[in-house]
């Protein structure tokens, strides 16, 4: 896997709630590339918690949702928004694990309707949750323009994030 470079790290006004890594509130992950995949190692913290120990269904929307924007970074080199998003929620997430494993990839394009599959499993490789996530995506031309979006590369080596 490589370490995708975060575009937006020296933009004025990043806050993002998602990957912005000085938002104390913030999940702050980071993604990687393997293959068709887009991958991020999360560790789950007691603050995110819904009920005693059981990391909150929004929290878990919330890093489904970031993987699949990320999945639009990386792939198709543009931004835009979630249209619609489909999440199930098949085991409770402990907060006391010590990681969680995100992986995201397009299942279907129609011109700048991307459809994005991802999942959350715990440590142990059980799939916890899944999304399908519709994304609407911008021009190029936009972005470029109005987002300062020059593009999203990885780091030349590969690495293994998975503790």
């Known amino acids: 896997m490589k370490k995708i470079i975060n575009p937006w790290l020296h933009k004025e006004g990043y806050f993002c709630f998602g990957c912005a890594p000085h938002n104390d509130a913030g999940v702050k992950m980071e993604f990687y590339e393997d293959g068709d995949e887009i ?35 990386r792939k198709l080199q543009t931004t835009g928004v979630t249209s619609k998003m489909e999440t199930r929620y098949l085991k409770s997430i402990d907060t006391t694990d010590p990681y969680v494993v995100l ?4 299942t279907d394009q129609k011109r700048n309707i991307i459809i994005i599959e991802a999942t959350i499993s715990n440590h142990q490789g059980e799939v916890c949750s899944k999304a399908v996530c519709t994304y609407f995506t911008f021009p190029s031309d936009k972005v470029r323009e109005e987002m300062q979006f020059l593009g999203c590369e990885v780091e030349d080596t590969e690495v293994n994030p998975l503790p």
């Open 103 to 106: 992986r995201a990839h397009i």
């Open 39 to 73: 991958v991020s190692i999360w560790h789950p913290e007691a603050k995110y918690q819904g009920w005693i120990n059981t990391l909150h269904g929004g929290i878990q929307a919330v890093l489904l949702d970031e993987i699949c924007a990320w999945v639009i970074l």
